[in-house]
């Protein structure tokens, strides 16, 4: 379990759990759509709520994400690995971990990924 202590654990994965379920329903909810798009009454309504849409899409595309990362996060606690960098082995330390649950990398193996994607040389999720 990385440096982590079974303490540490204890505290993470329920913050997790917490979040992921908060996640699953804000997602459902938004999956039954909005009052703007049942609303819409001319053509400046309709411009407003694509917009909404929009974001809504974007907010969702986003949720989603986080949930992947936080399934990510609970599973590499299942097998012993959360708080391990997937790229060097190192350990995470506890104050990023209390900062990105899901931070899957060490700071500095993280800010030579943010590196190669600005360069578009990878397209992964980045924590």
């Known amino acids: 379990m990385g ?34 798009d049942r609303d819409v009454r001319d053509a400046g309504d309709e411009s407003v709520a694509a917009l909404l849409r929009d974001v809504d899409v974007s907010g969702r595309e986003r949720a989603l994400q986080e949930l992947k990362d936080i399934d990510a996060a609970l599973a590499r606690i299942a097998s012993g690995d959360f708080a391990v960098c997937v790229d060097c082995g190192g350990p995470i330390p506890r104050k990023r971990l209390d900062a990105y649950p899901t931070a899957k990398r060490c700071r500095d193996c993280q800010q030579r990924h943010e590196k190669r994607r600005a360069a578009g040389a990878d397209t992964s999720p980045s924590l």
């Open 3 to 36: 440096t982590l202590m079974p303490a540490d654990i204890r505290h993470f994965k329920p913050r997790l759990e917490a979040r992921r379920e908060e996640l699953i329903r804000e997602i459902s909810a938004a999956h039954g759509g909005t009052a703007v």
